[in-house]
């Protein structure tokens, strides 16, 4: 029997979407102990949020995140706004004994990721920050065949996100469209955005990151910022590269910027081991990418895994082998495993807690781009 979870949304915007259909399908693919019910949706425009309720089906809409702490109709709040707003809502959240399920990355910095870890411990309420990309299937079977042992030991892990949207001097800093480039808003640059999650899956796969050496770029200094109608300093990394050591011995090299003519989300990853290696490309999420080196040296090659059979991770709710899922669907899995940890009593990963690792990896890559040196993560 699944028990009725009342859900309040906060953010319509790019992520809002994303979990609203996440909580629209979850039941209908996977069995969880829980029934999402769209309660109420919050935004900061009454009419957009308006217009969000009917093609989503809320039963209401506010325009201050606080009226949906206050209301005792609502058991999980789930924060999809920009990243300066996550730690007022969230401690709030946790303080009213709600659930709370919060987009990437956590905060703004590792003392306020540790904050908001401690208030979701100390309420015993169950969280989960939105790293999404370790529920695509074919990123999660390489977890397997990692734990398994199949690529033995790791020597190396490669990793970048690349987009190209900022190129442009005329894009605009601050303001609800272009948040993403005022430092007050997102705390940092790519380093937060994209990095976060190449780090969270990083971290995931292949264990602890021990230091970090990084460098960041602004390529363009000064931006109109739409609150203000000023030209401004731009205080965000436009691009960074960082190499680091894992605590198992192997290399990281790590690339992140929006400055990569003619890529728009293209996140891959790859590890080395002594007896395999693994390649996936968020382009191509459907595959995995696999090199064994026992392979019969006459046929030996990259092999292109398409991730649809019902053995592999997920897919058994899904279709019938050979069709394919998409970026949507990472959503949902997440969302199905957070269900399930709630009734289990079980937090599924990454929590409030594993997030303050990615945190504090984006906060010594920032101290060591500032500093020239190498700097270690604890
Ligand atoms: N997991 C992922 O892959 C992924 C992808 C994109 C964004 N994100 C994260 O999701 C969060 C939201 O990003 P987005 O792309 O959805 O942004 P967005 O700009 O599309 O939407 C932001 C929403 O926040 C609302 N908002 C802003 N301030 C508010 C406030 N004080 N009270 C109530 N609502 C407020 C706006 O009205 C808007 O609806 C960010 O933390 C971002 O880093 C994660």
């Given at each position: 029997m699944t028990k009725p979870l009342r859900v309040g949304l906060i953010g319509y915007g790019f992520m809002g979407r994303t979990h609203s259909n996440a909580y629209s399908q979850v039941n209908h693919f996977f069995d969880v102990p829980y029934q999402p019910q769209l309660k109420v949706i919050c935004g900061l425009e009454k009419h957009v949020a308006e217009a969000f309720a009917k093609r989503w089906g809320y039963e209401s809409v506010e325009t201050d995140w606080r009226r949906v702490i206050e209301r005792?109709?609502?058991?999980l709040v789930d924060i999809c706004v920009p990243n300066n707003v996550h730690a007022e809502i969230a401690m709030a959240a946790a303080k009213a004994g709600k659930a709370v399920f919060c987009e990437k990355p956590l905060a703004l910095n590792t003392a306020q990721a540790e904050q908001m870890a401690a208030a979701v411990e100390e309420a015993k309420v169950p969280n989960m920050v939105s790293f999404n990309y370790r529920r695509v299937p074919a990123v999660t079977l390489a977890k397997k065949l990692l734990d398994e042992g199949?690529?033995?030991?790791?020597?190396h892990y490669r990793s970048q996100f690349l987009q190209d949207w900022t190129i442009s001097a005329d894009v605009p800093q601050g303001g609800m469209a272009t948040w993403r480039l005022d430092a007050k808003a997102?705390?940092?640059?790519?380093?937060?955005?994209l990095l976060a999650h190449c780090i969270d899956t990083a971290v995931w796969l292949n264990g602890g990151i021990r230091d970090v050496c990084a460098m960041t770029e602004t390529f363009i200094k000064e931006r109109k910022n739409v609150e203000t109608g000023k030209v401004e300093p731009v205080n965000i990394d436009d691009a960074c590269a960082f190499m680091c050591h894992f605590a198992n011995g192997s290399l990281g090299l790590f690339e992140s910027t929006r400055y990569a003519r003619g890529h728009k989300a293209l996140y891959t990853l790859e590890l080395n081991g002594q007896k395999a290696s693994l390649r996936w490309d968020l382009h191509d999420l459907h595959r995995l990418q696999y090199f064994d080196h026992a392979d019969d040296s006459l046929v030996r090659g990259w092999r292109s895994v398409h991730i649809s059979d019902s053995d592999m991770p997920y897919m058994g709710a899904w279709w019938v082998p050979g069709l394919q899922i998409g970026y949507e669907h990472t959503f949902i899995h997440q969302l199905a495993d957070f269900l399930d940890g709630m009734g289990k009593g079980q937090p599924a990963s990454p929590t409030f807690r594993d997030a303050v690792e990615t945190q504090r990896v984006c906060d010594a890559i920032l101290a060591s781009a500032k500093s020239g040196q190498w700097v270690d993560v604890a």
């Open positions: 005792d109709d609502i058991d199949r690529l033995g030991r790791v020597f997102a705390g940092s640059g790519v380093t937060g955005d």
